[in-house]
């Protein structure tokens, strides 16, 4: 098979040129060389990987539309876990160079499953300590991080919803699926103190300075996960922009965290909680819509445009970055997550 010379040039102009097989992904060759790009599901099922070729040709193999969808792909945008080069290329990606590691070592680690317990009707609150003799927990908050089932190879990738600390402490929100091999684990044979190992962190989400812009958190289920991480952060620091977080649910029996977030509302004065329900009842007490409807109706209102944290579905994320277009947020003021599904 040939070889082809793949430059990947960073955010800020940096690069990192390597070899690529034609049979081989971009991912994959350049960890073959010890360059690690930010990548997560390697199965073309998430947009962590995701660039912009601007030279050069390539075969895409099999991703999701919603990862990618073929609007993009018609602009030569790739998910690089998914690209198979067939000449030299140069790939643009949205991160900067201190994002890519030359080694794995001291990314994995071991963990004792500390918490476990039901915390809505589709939601599981696992917390986890480490159990290496590190006690020192070091990630963005935004950032995810991939937990092993134990005694598979299998991984799935989670935000954490707490802040760094040196306690050795992760505090996980999981939605459980029905066929979901993770959520599956959960159900079945997690217990405590049992080890799970765990690889990270990873990912790009992140709060980004920008003066004292008010920031809006728009939270789909267990995307409340790693904006909740942002909120403590901020509060950890005393960061004083104004804050609004809209959390959304479909129905009231999927609501968790209603205490915490209270709690939270009380020891920050410049945070505000709205919690939306879809399909709520008469005796709901918080907001009543889809959390989408309810950010349009206040964005409508305010004289200074905020900078947008999204997190969530596909659908409501799509939803929300349409909306903030719609009242003139820029696009470079809007920070997303999507949850996406595996391809596999």
Known sequence: MANHQIKVITEEGESVSFDCASDEDIISAAIRQNIFLMSSCREGGCATCK????????????????????????????????????????????????????????????????????????????????????????????????????GTSTTRSYSPANIENNQGEMEFLIRVLDEGKFSNFLKHDAKLGQSVNVKGPSGIFSLVANGF????????????????????????????????LYFGSTFEEEVFYSKELAQLTEEMDNLTVKICVW????????EKGSV?????????????????????????????????????????????????????
């Open 279 to 286: 399909k709520a009842s008469d005796t709901w007490y918080g």
């Open 213 to 244: 812009t008010p920031r809006y958190f728009v939270a789909g289920g267990t995307g409340l996960a790693p904006v909740l991480s942002m909120i403590r952060f901020m509060k950890e620091w005393v960061e004083p922009q104004p804050c609004t």
């Open 292 to 344: 989408v409807d309810i950010l349009k109706q206040d964005l409508q209102n305010v004289s200074i445009k905020p900078d947008l944290y999204l997190c969530g579905p596909p659908g409501m994320v799509d939803a929300t970055h349409s909306v903030c277009e719609q009242v003139g947020i820029a696009k470079e003021n809007i920070y997303l997550e999507k949850f996406l599904p595996s391809v596999s």
């Open 51 to 150: 660039g912009i070729c601007t030279n050069g040709d390539f075969e895409m193999g099999k991703v999701s539309a919603q990862a990618l969808p073929m609007e993009e792909q018609e602009e030569d945008m790739v998910l690089l876990c998914r690209c198979y080069p067939t000449e030299d290329m140069v790939v643009e990606v949205p991160y900067t160079s201190d994002r890519i590691s030359y080694s794995e070592e001291g990314k994995e680690f071991i963990t004792t499953i500390t918490t476990l317990e039901q915390i809505s009707s589709n939601v599981t609150k696992l917390c986890l300590t480490r159990s290496d003799g590190e006690k020192k927990i070091k990630f963005d908050s935004g950032q995810y991080y991939d937990l092993e089932i134990p």
